[in-house]
């Protein structure tokens, strides 16, 4: 009688704290906040780096763009209406304006990439690749999330500071640097779909 396998899951971050947790930290966990959006929610707070994999063409273009809108305004300004602060203190002003503008052009390629997480904006790309790489952990045994050297209440701590942190980024910016394991969305679907690719691998071997 043939027995049916399952895919054993690892944990969603595994912890690598050797130390032991001081004080009490058994607090409940407190899930996200679940957004009405026009699109599907693909993790609530996202990594750093992972906004940048994701990050589209056409993030990159409109970012940099922006990066030199301002540097091109004060250089169109000179042109029309001098200065006359001389060649340093013009070269101050540009200094300035360009650094500005490249902080303001990274912060919406940032928020381009990070609202599509959030499902504010178009995201069937993001829920395709998103899916290939937990996937691909899964049938690896690998942690969904990476691994950490927090203990899972600092991993919760750290999670409710910077959930949907983009929505504020335009006030404070405010990035995700921990791997932890509470992204407002059921991990299940990445098992499933695991378990559907490992029988589809099996029936095509033992065929």
Not at 52 to 80: H, N
Not at 153 to 182: C, D, E, I, K, L
Request: no cysteine; glycine share 8%.
């Amino acid at each position: 009688m043939a027995t049916q396998t399952t895919t054993e899951r690892p944990p969603e971050v595994k912890s690598v704290t050797e130390y032991p947790e001081l004080g009490r930290t058994g607090r409940p966990y407190v899930p996200a906040r679940s957004l009405n959006t026009d699109y599907p929610l693909i993790d609530s707070d996202p990594h750093f780096t992972r906004v940048l994999r994701y990050a589209r063409a056409s993030d990159y273009y409109a970012g940099t763009a922006f990066s030199a809108l301002m540097p091109s305004v004060m250089l169109y300004w000179e042109r029309i209406s001098p200065s006359e602060v001389g060649r340093a203190g013009f070269s101050s002003i540009m200094r300035l304006s360009t650094g500005l503008g490249l902080i303001s052009g990274f912060y919406l390629f940032y928020s381009r990439s990070i609202n599509r997480f959030y499902g504010f904006s178009e995201n069937r790309r993001e829920i395709d690749l998103d899916m290939r790489e937990m996937t691909d952990r899964v049938k690896k045994g690998e942690p969904l999330y990476g691994v950490s050297t927090l203990t899972e209440y600092m991993q919760g701590a750290a999670s409710r500071q910077s959930r949907y942190a983009g929505t504020f980024m335009h006030v404070m910016p405010w990035f995700n640097f921990v791997n932890h394991s509470q992204h407002g969305v059921d991990t299940a679907k990445y098992y499933r779909n695991a378990e559907k690719e490992l029988e589809a691998e099996r029936s095509g071997v033992s065929a």
